[in-house]
């Protein structure tokens, strides 16, 4: 499956952003899809993940209470909305999508290429 994220961009704190992620060649709703971000420095981070149907999603604790995430298996999408954005939020994110729920990087199959998101304090 190949993924493509789009959707970010520069906002100013305490604001909100929704990233987007398009699939194609694949079967969209057998994968679990995912979000994960990476900041300058650091390693990649768990953001959210949601199940094949969309009834069940996680959030890595940086994103509990602010981010919501869901999909559209009929226009093969997963979005992310994220508010109250504060300047720690500032990564690239990733899409990702894997057969099996996980919570680290290395169990997950696909990768798209990153969006930039930058939040200014």
């Known amino acids: 499956v190949q993924l493509q994220a789009s959707g970010g961009g520069l906002v100013q704190a305490g604001g909100s952003l929704r990233l987007s992620c398009a699939a194609s060649?694949?079967?969209?709703?057998?994968?679990?899809m995912g979000w994960f971000r990476q900041a300058p420095g650091k390693e990649r981070e768990f953001v959210s993940a949601i199940s094949r149907s969309g009834s069940s999603s996680y959030f890595g604790d940086s994103a509990k209470g602010r981010f919501t995430i869901s999909r559209d298996n009929a226009r093969n999408t997963v979005y992310l909305q994220m508010n109250n954005l504060k300047p720690e939020d500032t990564a690239v994110y990733y899409c990702?999508?894997?057969?099996?729920?996980?919570?680290?990087?290395?169990?997950?199959?696909?990768w798209g290429q990153g969006t930039l998101v930058t939040v200014s304090s």
């Open positions: 990702t999508a894997a057969y099996e729920l996980g919570y680290s990087a290395e169990e997950y199959d696909y």
């Open positions: 060649g694949d079967t969209f709703s057998r994968y679990i």
